[in-house]
């Protein structure tokens, strides 16, 4: 949520110094020093929930609030039933009515944890270009619109470039023209006059200024900021197996949206602080001196993971997510074994070797040795097992194993289910109980 009661911002400077400025028409400082002015970034409810991704761009619209300016965040309901072309390889499938209304709703949710709608003449405002859209009939469309912008023009856009090789129909070539008539629409009615997106966004934002010239010969501005990418180059928003990052919390958990920022390389880290957090300018330089001096104690990935985690999710995830965390990475105890739900403890062991041992086993009671020894292979033999016992290097839940004789019930499963073994400071192993 933004912060009330701060002095506004150089609203350009500040996304420069962040590295969230890729193009900007000209114009656009001298009209945002002017006063207040009104702009919108639009959002097409194409999935269930906003992802990592769009990230970026929602940072534009919270530092664009911060520095005076009244934010309007546009869920596209109808452009979300057409798609853009942007960035796309090839035609999207086309989704049904319902559910794109189903995600648009989801979406307003999640734009409304990031935006002060209580803030005065600055107060964010959400809206649906369906609501406008809906009433708009095909040959008015095309005499009132499809007119002001020639084919000419409308193919030397990159989306429109990018595809001509493999394919695209007129409707997403429409598209277009249909966010054009957004940035229209909302100039005439909410007294817009700067529209904010992704770089690969630059073709639809200028057709819309250039809509907005021809028909009314007034002004209208675009500021784009650059694709977010990983140090290696590949698209910003997945987890190192490939699966998407959401910032619905029940598509992505808490905990792995924790781990990514946690798992950013220094480059990534001194980058993304920058941009993905609301950090004032002085902390996140003390931050980067502090991570120079000691790398080893990763600063950046720390600061970086608990600012973002509590403003997408809370302070309460956060707390968990790092709890989990230390769990693997650092001292943690049986009672922070036990507090964690299933879906949590499952995602915290993830890829760790599992073997599963009947239950009755444990419901008898087994010596630990022969537990750890031929009933599940973690060690290969009951001689090792008890030479490393006695060095201290064996842990079950957490919980320091000190004698070879040392029994093991089921009243130590956790969720009933599990006994996580510890071998030395590194090697884990998930014993489950069937």
Known sequence: MVEKGKMPMDFIEELKWRGLVHDVTPGTREKLASGSIVGYAGFDPTAPSLQLGNLAVIMLLVHFQRAGHKPLALVGGATGLIGDPSGKSEERTLMSVEEVRNNQERFKRQLRHFLDFNRGASSAEIVNNYDWFHSVGFLDFLRDVGKHLTIGYMLAKDSVQSRMESGISYTEFSYQLLQAYDFYWLYQNKNCVLQLGGSDQWGNITSGAELIRRKTGGEAYALTCPLITRADGTKFGKSASGERLWLDPSMTSPYKFYQFWMNCTDEEAAR??????????????AIEARHAAAPHERHLQKALARDVTMRVHSEEEYGRAAEASGILFGDATAETLMKLDEKSFMEVFEGVPRV??????LEQGICVVDLLGEKTGVFASKGEARRMI???????????????DEKVTAERLIKGTYLLVQKGRKNFYLIVAI
């Not at 993304?272 to 330089?285: A, K, N, S, V």
């Not at 006695?390 to 070879?404: F, L, M, Q, T």
């Open 272 to 285: 993304f602080i920058r941009i993905f957090t609301l950090l004032p300018q002085d902390e996140i330089t």
């Open 356 to 361: 599963t041992l009947p239950r009755a086993v």
């Open 390 to 404: 006695r060095g201290g290097g064996v842990s079950i839940n957490k919980a320091r194993i000190g004698a070879e």
